[in-house]
């Protein structure tokens, strides 16, 4: 008995202590952000509600969730979970919460024309909030300041969006792209390196033309500062990358090269060239388990977007959130989506089911599974809405919805060292978590109810959030 509670007694102070050290009180919110805002108070009670807690763990009923000062303080059945007098109460009777969701590769800007992307911070910042996104990480950008801007400007109270884990400019070797820098070799891919992450940035993407020599040096010069890098690679082949210690891999196994027969070293094929080993590949066979392998034993975290690759792949239904494009936007991607649809001999017909099984293999075999969803291509993937659709295609790819959503929250708080603070509803982390309409646990597409989403504790409408940029994403 004596041993009982004094073990009670060293769990609440280790409970008490690790929300002092884990969790952040939201800061003062500038009139922008508060414009947005549907629930403010120090309590809030919300009861009822169908408790999705990020881990896997089955959905549990009837439960009563307390936030408080921008934390989770409680989480407990209703009949014994008191709500603090005073206590904003929300009742979600038939609704559910889950934690905001934590996406990957994320943008700030948008193709906008030949080869031009458009600089988007402003209106999706605010779409990726009212979509339930709470955390992100941009997977490279191409203006230099723009997400370490957004990121402090976040941070602050100054604008509404979800906590950004901020990239550089992209890493990359010689290229076609008018926004993007040339390295000039190793020291220069360092150089780089340091001037960023001086200058604030917390990411590195490294892309499809680097060499070997550039990769290391800047995964070198990257892990010295504390800092990860991911690739989207294609001269570097998924194996080479990972003996060099990357931390992460983007787009899942679509841009891997290891299995191009006459690959010559620091050379991109072509990304076809490659997409065609990808598609032919059995995911039972041995030189797939053994890269799998490979990718596991050096911790290398894989980043699905298939939400990207859906909008290449003909039969796919049109993608959410098309109607906040400026209509010039939205012309410009009808006219891609009509294309696609008329393009009977597409690789993407059976690369795409193909990538959704490898995905879901590597995940099945242990690997670090996470998710984004990848605004580039040829338009049509719609910050907010798309981060939905990357939850459902999980599912279509074959996992239960409370692994697409541990997948879209957990894991992504895990790959980047913020799973302390966010990515499951527990009490002691930050109350970053979305209201639902539904049960995605039942039904994934119920993940498109939004109707609340709680970043620090505060929440946000999301109907106020789309409408606020409405016809005008593409602008600014
Ligand atoms: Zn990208």
Not at 41 to 53: F, N, S
Not at 118 to 139: A, D, I
Not at 232 to 238: M, N, P
Not at 268 to 276: A, I, L
Request: hydrophobic fraction near 40%.
């Amino acid at each position: 008995m004596r041993t009982t509670i004094s073990l009670h007694f060293i769990l609440a102070i280790v409970a008490t202590f690790s929300i002092h050290v884990t969790a952040q009180r939201a800061p003062q919110l500038s009139p922008a952000v508060r414009a947005y805002v549907a629930v403010d108070a120090t309590v809030v009670a919300l009861t009822h509600a169908r408790v999705i807690d990020g881990t896997g763990a089955a959905p549990r009923e009837d439960q009563t969730l307390i936030i408080r000062d921008g934390n989770i303080a409680a989480i407990g059945n209703f009949a014994s979970t008191e709500v603090p007098a005073g206590a904003h109460t929300i009742d979600l009777t038939g609704k559910s919460a889950i934690p905001g969701l934590i996406m990957v590769h994320e943008h700030l800007y948008y193709p906008n024309g030949p080869g031009v992307y458009g600089q988007l911070g402003e209106s999706f910042s605010r779409l990726y909030l009212s979509g339930g996104v709470t955390t992100m990480r941009t997977g490279g950008n191409v203006n230099g300041f723009m997400d370490l801007n957004m990121m402090r400007l976040v941070e602050s109270g100054q604008k509404p969006g979800p906590a950004i884990d901020a990239t550089a400019p992209y890493l990359n070797g010689p290229n076609t792209f008018i926004q993007m820098r040339t390295l000039k070799g190793p020291e220069d891919a360092r150089r780089q390196v340091q001037y960023w992450t001086d200058e604030g940035a917390t990411s590195l993407k490294t892309y499809m033309q680097i060499t070997r020599g550039e990769l290391a040096a800047a995964i070198n010069e990257a892990h010295r500062r504390g800092i990860k890098v991911t690739g989207h690679l294609c001269s570097v082949t998924y194996a080479e990358a990972a003996g060099l210690g990357i931390d992460n891999l983007e787009h899942g196994f679509f841009p891997a090269t290891d299995f191009v027969t006459d690959k010559k070293p620091d050379q991109c094929p072509g990304q076809g060239v490659g997409q065609k080993t990808i598609a032919a590949l059995d995911e039972n066979g041995a030189p797939f388990k053994n890269l799998v392998q490979t990718l596991i034993k050096a911790n290398v975290a894989l980043t699905s977007t298939l939400t990207v690759f859906e909008t290449f792949t003909p039969g796919r239904p049109k993608p959410p959130g098309l109607e906040v494009l400026t209509p010039q936007l939205r012309e410009q991607f009808e006219q891609n989506y009509a294309r696609t649809a008329q393009n009977k001999d597409s690789l993407y017909t059976t690369l795409f089911p193909k990538a959704m099984a490898l995905e879901r293999a590597f995940a099945k075999a242990g690997g670090l599974l996470i998710a984004g969803t990848d605004p580039t291509g040829g338009g049509g993937v719609i910050p907010g809405f798309a981060n939905q659709r990357q939850v459902e295609l999980l599912v279509d790819a074959g996992f239960t919805p409370l692994e697409a959503i541990s997948i879209s929250t957990l894991n992504g708080a895990r790959y980047l060292g913020r799973d302390k603070t966010v990515g499951s509803l527990v009490a002691g982390k930050q109350a970053d978590l979305v209201v639902i309409n539904g049960n995605p646990a039942a039904a994934i597409g119920d993940v498109r109810k939004v109707e609340i989403v709680f970043k620090q504790g505060v929440g946000y409408d999301p109907t106020k959030l789309i409408a606020s940029v409405s016809g005008k994403a593409g602008i600014w």
